[in-house]
């Protein structure tokens, strides 16, 4: 059976987060690298940058608290391998009453579900989180 990188990408910034870590080190891929941009963007994360470790390039994640609370405490993984969920622009709606992020694969990159409402395109549902 082969494991899900995105999935196991937010539940590894989760359980980091809850746990009270600086940082958190994954394994690089592009896609990894769109999502976390979305994620800065939108203030779920402080940074992040990618590095070499063991001849092997990764991405090391800086996370982001709020009064020493983690601005991530739940993440849900829409799209899976065995069962892709796609968004039209209309089915786009806010996330736990606007403090969640809603995180969709579309034609004009990796999105936040704001982003990709005013851009008007749908996508792939990715993941939601807040």
């Not at 937010?10 to 987060?17: D, F, H, L, P, V």
């Not at 063991?54 to 020493?68: Q, S």
């Not at 004009?108 to 704001?114: A, M, N, T, V």
Request: hydrophobic share 40%; aromatic share 6%.
């Amino acid at each position: 059976m082969v494991g899900d990188p995105i999935a196991n990408m937010i539940i590894m910034i989760k359980n980091a987060s809850l746990a009270g870590k600086e940082t958190v080190v994954f394994p690089y891929s592009k896609i990894k690298q769109a999502i976390l941009e979305c994620l800065k963007k939108e203030g779920y994360i402080k940074q992040f940058s990618k590095k070499v470790k063991k001849d092997h390039p990764v991405l090391e994640v800086e996370l982001l608290y709020a009064d020493k609370q983690p601005k991530i405490s739940e993440a849900e993984r829409i799209s899976k391998q065995s069962k892709r969920v796609y968004f039209r622009v209309k089915d786009i709606h806010a996330i736990r009453s606007g403090s969640g992020l809603l995180v969709l694969s579309t034609p004009k990159g990796i999105l936040s579900g704001k982003d990709a409402r005013r851009e008007q395109v749908g996508g792939e549902a990715l993941f939601k989180l807040w």
